[in-house]
């Protein structure tokens, strides 16, 4: 890995993904079109010699050609991440997940680039009945837009992989927490509790687990897994997560004990937060562990370093009201 | 199921299962835009009160909500079903299925139809390890492009009846054989033995193993699993084939023997007649069976019933050569 572009390499995890490749001493370049991504996250990259950035919307196949020229890894992480949201707007996921990943894998065609890694997703397992869900868990049926579109995406990875000698490394995702981190459970408790410390409503009955990865264990585990696959054609999905759970009222008592306060708690009901919530996520990282990679923290202290990142970062909360507005 | 809406309707399958809902009492809307749809195959209907034409493109929404207005069940055939060649044009099976599946639903949710039986394939299993395979057999990759447009489309389906309350019925087809089939092996072969009876090239080593299901077969297990779940929430996977396989070999001695030949035969070699191609495809099709539902005749006996009905319908094979040049 020598020259390495990132789809969404201005947003959470890309941002975090460019920033380690620099580190290493290779070279990136960052595709984004600063719909989510933000141009904070990548600012001191800017005047760094191996970082080069390509504004621009990844539906463009041409300027993805131009991106991807001279690289050997494609690291494919755009997309909408509003997995709540989906059924508001029913072709974004087939949009920006689903054709936006047949894009990349033309334009990878078109300039000899092989090797991608594609970050998709735990919700392609619907509502798992194995649990820890393994990686060849029982054909599952999807129960969002965003899975049905992450799981079309692998889809195509795998036909390009059989069909053209890709190597594709499919990295299932847990939710995904700390610096950059603008988007979810721990992002929406921590705001809805700055603007109203008393009082505090939680989707679903709170007893929903989750399982959340720390970003820069998550960065590791995909340039593990990148490593160990580069140059051998074929399709690798991996879980990424850890072992554990955390229940989301527990969440919300790290985040309450963290922010000093003792908020009445009002849940709405339910098992699941919205339609197409899972109740329980857990996933077995049997497989990327045995590539040697473990996770460096627990939940615990991935949520409590997500907050302190909040704590000195007050300001990502302006600009994510501006981003919302924007998006409906 | 009152009226019902088929998307392909003038196709192979489709063609049939219009016949058999309007033999049924049943009012039918057939969709087609006639590039793989044939007006002969439909041409009986044209008259029969029963019977309406829309002609036009799946990808066109508007045409598709008039042609749904009012239908309780919408059964969407209507694919790019050549999964031989999806490698020589990557983006058709995307649009032309995974697309097209996706407008299919935004004119059902717009007309308020929620009632959809999907025509997948036994593709999506990929190269499977268990045989035969059950519908929840592990979680596969993708080997084709047909088949990873297929599985979006199956994600999308199953996504809708999660999020939107639609009844989901998703048939995995092995091959069909039978009137109207004009595309795949036995097509082929018999094409290429009026041509030139002396000699015949077998893609492949000829042991790949196939299943086939004849058509009238086909159309009464799609209307049981249909009937079975009308008015259901929720996506419901059903394999579609019979219990025995074929060896290609094999279906090459019948085929012959039919037409009194003694051909030469070539193997160009090789476990799979092209990329993507499976060595062996056999579904467990209990579940299906367990509405009710077998097939009516043998593999072999679906072979040659396909052989006469080409016996005495030698112009479709004139028509596909112009069909085939048209696409290329």
């Known amino acids: 890995m020598k020259r390495v572009a990132v789809t969404g390499g201005a947003g959470f995890i890309g941002s975090n993904l460019a920033r380690r490749i620099v580190s290493l001493g290779m070279e990136v370049v960052v595709v984004d079109d600063f719909r989510t991504g933000r141009r904070s996250f990548v600012a001191d990259l800017l005047n760094n010699s191996l970082f ?4 621009g919307d990844v539906l463009d196949e041409g300027l993805l050609e131009s ?13 909408n991440a509003d997995v709540r949201h989906g059924l508001d707007n029913p072709t974004r996921d087939l949009e920006q997940n689903t054709i936006a990943t047949s894009r990349v894998l033309e334009a990878m065609r078109a300039v000899g680039a092989t090797n991608i890694l594609f970050s998709s997703t735990g919700s392609v397992y619907g509502e798992p009945e194995v649990f820890p869900t393994p990686e060849d868990a029982p054909f599952p049926l999807q129960t969002s837009l965003y899975g049905a579109s992450k799981l079309a995406g692998e889809g195509l990875i795998s036909a390009y992989a059989n069909g053209f000698g890709f190597t594709g490394v499919i990295c299932r995702f847990v939710s995904i927490l700390g610096e950059h981190y603008t988007h979810g459970h721990v992002f929406d408790f921590y705001r809805a509790l700055k603007n109203e410390p008393s009082r505090l409503t939680v989707l679903g009955d709170g007893k929903q687990e989750k399982s959340y990865l720390y970003v820069q264990d998550c960065v590791s585990a995909m340039l593990t897994a990148a490593d160990h696959h580069e140059g051998s054609p074929g399709a690798f999905p991996y879980n990424l997560g850890t072992e554990e759970t ?8 790290v985040i309450t004990k963290h922010m000093g306060l003792v908020p009445e708690i009002h849940h709405t009901g339910g098992q699941r937060g919205w339609t197409g919530d899972s109740p329980l996520i857990r996933l ?3 497989r990327i562990r045995g590539l040697g990679w473990a996770p460096s923290m ?8 997500t907050l302190e990142w909040f704590d000195a970062n007050p300001d990502v909360f302006e600009q994510q009201a501006h981003a919302d507005e924007g998006a409906r």
Do not use: N
């Not at 080069?52 to 504004?55: F, P, R, S």
């Not at 955390?246 to 008592?253: E, G, K, Y």
């Not at 627990?298 to 370093?305: D, L, N």
């Open 67 to 79: 991106a991807f020229a001279g690289c050997d890894w494609v690291f494919h992480l755009q997309a």
């Open 246 to 253: 955390i229940v989301v009222d527990d969440s919300v008592a």
């Open 52 to 55: 080069e950035l390509v504004e």
């Open 284 to 286: 077995d990282i049997t």
């Open 298 to 305: 627990t939940i615990e202290q991935a949520v409590e370093r």
